[in-house]
């Protein structure tokens, strides 16, 4: 009953700053990695930054420069730092879990997601 909660998203004018937290709990395994995913309408989610348990970290092309994930020191937790938000930015913002069970089984888990909206 693993449980991903995030908070941080809202509006903001384009060239403002959000922080996203994300805080896993339950009977969490084997964490790979704790990332962000952006969705928006009609469209796939995608990867937007992840880190690895050993603090690698991953970042879409879009964000480079502009994002910073972290991890947090208690928990399963991970914050998403975002500097320069433009307009397509906007969406909902879903924190993953990536952890490994028996046999080396790849689990993901989602949080249900914060919205954020970036006006021009």
């Known amino acids: 009953q693993v449980q991903l909660v995030e908070s941080g998203g809202g509006l903001v004018q384009a060239g403002g700053s959000l922080r996203l937290s994300c805080a896993a709990s339950?009977?969490?395994?084997?964490?790979?990695?704790m990332g962000w995913y952006l969705q928006v309408p009609g469209k796939q989610r995608d990867l937007v930054a992840k880190?690895?348990?050993?603090?690698?970290?991953n970042y879409a092309d879009s964000v480079k420069g502009r994002f910073t994930i972290s991890r947090g020191n208690t928990n399963n937790t991970v914050y998403l730092q975002m500097h320069s938000l433009k307009p397509e930015d906007t969406g909902t913002y879903y924190c993953?879990?990536?952890?490994?069970?028996?046999?080396?089984?790849?689990?993901?888990?989602w949080g249900q997601g914060t919205q954020v909206t970036v006006s021009s």
């Open positions: 339950g009977s969490i395994f084997g964490v790979n990695a």
């Open positions: 993953n879990l990536q952890a490994f069970g028996f046999r080396k089984h790849e689990y993901l888990y």
């Open positions: 880190i690895t348990s050993g603090g690698i970290t």
